[in-house]
């Protein structure tokens, strides 16, 4: 075969390869950075409010407390991650400094801390315990309440360079953090004063010593409050929201906008819900846990619903968590492990319209990375399963990567000669599906040719469509 006519096969083979690679869809609208997309892949995290309220039964202290107050008697963090861990948790947020201003660390900025503290004859340092029991196990963040009811500068300018200064200080001597957590809260101080925060150093400050860590607030600009304290998303949940204008605290939009989101909206900040494990934040005595059913409603309310689920577990006066706590997140792990441990949809043949190399096929395997993506704003896509199979949960996640679309999702049932559908109610199974959506049926269903219909503001990227039976 002559030399030219080898380079010309070479040519065209290298073409048809060229041709058969698959063919990334365009991003559309804001997308998440990949701190961002990895700190909603983690699901559920752990919170831990510990400080002098621990001891006190208050919820919010006065700041005047004795720092004798705190004295756990066997303070234990590495517990704290065993027990997030066997949760299948993977971070946990310290209340390193609560609104009552008392720090966790031996501060150089306060004289209300663990220094002056009788644990461990005041040398005792619990950020440095908390971090590095975290390290190599679980994510370490910390909250830092900016409200602090006993620093006699609150109120003033002067007050801002010193929660900057504290900043700086955890922030470059405690390992990597994921997560910093703000509130607005911004009630008076010392002197009666209430404080104007500087919220853009604040968080410059964050991002310059901890660029991979995301900070928390009403307006983000990592990751937003949900606008309540129950753990629940809004049934309709955008991880786009629109912030010009507003901060945290009295300035931070309207609930609704928080539990919701903005359809179009200009910054990609998710949703972050947010509750306790027990009625209070802080561990008290005459308090229990809720219950695993309690549990599971607020996990399909948030991680359900295209939010991450930060659940407050708090240490007691030992400074461990509770057997009791413990024993419910450890059932609270097996239900979901139960649940969700068998999709159902496995084994199906998938079929529809798509665009080269992303094919229906995609949304059945567990690589995140591979999606199916659809032709047009409106598309279907067939599940044929191998035979009859009852579910009663369906779980849909959209490749957020390429950015949040899809605006609804119906479901059609094909017995074989002809379509008619099944929804809930009048309504689609679903509007909004984001990072993750699961669905629960009013009551299973025993089909084998399931046919999904997505509308979305571009073609719908789908990485995952499963099926599950919540009472098997």
Known sequence: MRTSHIATLSVIFTLLAASCEPLAPEPYGPVPTEAQLAWQRMEINMFCHFGPNTFSGAEWGTGDESEALFNPTALDCRQW???AEQAGMKGIILTAKHHDGFCLWPSA?????VTQSPWNEGHGDVLREFTDACRGRVKAGLYLSPWDRHDSTYGTPQYNDRFVATLEEVLSSYHDIYEQWFDGANGEGPNGKR???DWQRFNATVARLQPNALVFSDVGPGCRWVGNEEGRAGETCWSTIDVEGCEPGTGNPPSDLLTHGKQGGKSWIPAEADVSIRPGWFWHADELPKTVDELMEIYYNSVGRNALLLLNVPPDTTGRISAEDSAVLVAFRAERDRIFSK??????????????GHRAKNVLDTAYHTYWAATGKKAELTLELDSVTEFDIIVIQEYIPLGQRVTSVGLLLDPGDGLYSYTLGDSPLCTTVGYKRIIRLSHPIRWR????QFEGMAPP?????????SDK
């Open 195 to 197: 404080q104007k925060y």
């Open 81 to 83: 991650v065993d027990v």
């Open 461 to 469: 990227v789908i990485n995952r469509i499963a099926l599950y039976n």
């Open 343 to 356: 999709d159902l949809a496995q084994g199906a043949k998938a079929s529809a319209w798509h665009r080269p």
């Open 449 to 452: 040719k399931l046919v999904f």
């Open 109 to 113: 900025y306060s004289s209300h801390t």
